[in-house]
């Protein structure tokens, strides 16, 4: 008595979850969960970037931000060719801020100030942003100078380069282990320079995309 055969599927046995759903074998992760996963990654990034180098200053381990991201240093640099191109991500969203509240009408030369004056307070990386070189920092401090410029009053005593030189002296200024004391330094120099400078904070609309 002949046994029937069965026919044989020459593939081998699919494993893992396809196998257990009855799906097709996996063959590789499809192209748009890995521009996903890419986009997860750099956004991770940036963040946890935005707090190391708040806390350390753009000279912080780079090692340091791919692991509070949960990422090797690898993924890092796929997405973020140096130092600086990384901290260019990170400060565009401070640089934003100060665009935003420079082109918000009744946008004043001191509202601008204490935006600006609040980032430094915050985040040492801003401050260091006033004296790198390179081109990324260049054009971010060109960005910050031209926000400035658009609300300067064409009287003002001061012109858009003495505002940038009177920031920069101003992060100078700054020290302290906590924000308030930064911003006690900061208001005090600011005093001394003779600039008028409005509430310190951040410009909430910048987020709100």
């Not at 509240?101 to 030369?109: H, N, R, T, W, Y």
């Not at 070189?133 to 064409?154: K, M, N, Y």
């Not at 282990?177 to 911003?183: D, G, I, M, Q, V």
Request: net charge positive; proline share 6%.
């Amino acid at each position: 008595m002949t046994k029937a055969t069965e026919s044989q599927d020459p593939r081998p046995a699919a494993r893992g979850p396809a196998a257990v759903q009855g799906g097709p074998p996996d063959q590789g992760r499809p192209a748009n969960q890995g521009r996903r996963v890419a986009a997860r990654n750099r956004t991770a990034l940036i963040a946890a970037a935005r707090e190391v180098f708040a806390e350390q200053g753009l000279n912080a381990p780079l090692s340091a931000v791919a692991r509070r991201a949960g990422v090797g240093q690898g993924s890092l640099y796929r997405h973020f060719a140096d130092r600086l191109a990384l901290a260019s991500a990170v400060l565009d969203e401070n640089v934003r801020q100060i665009e935003r509240a420079a082109a918000e009408p009744g946008g004043s030369l001191a509202s601008v100030l204490g935006v600006i004056t609040w980032h430094l307070s915050r985040s040492t990386a801003f401050v260091d942003l006033l004296r790198v070189r390179g081109e990324q920092a260049r054009t971010l401090s060109e960005r910050v100078r031209t926000a400035l410029s658009g609300c300067l009053p064409v009287d003002h005593r001061l012109s858009a380069d003495d505002v940038m030189l009177a920031v920069a002296m101003v992060s100078g200024a700054i020290g302290g282990p906590t924000p308030a004391e930064r911003e006690r330094l900061a208001l005090r120099a600011w005093r001394l320079l003779g600039v008028e400078v409005g509430p310190l904070q951040p410009f909430e609309a910048a987020v709100d995309e």
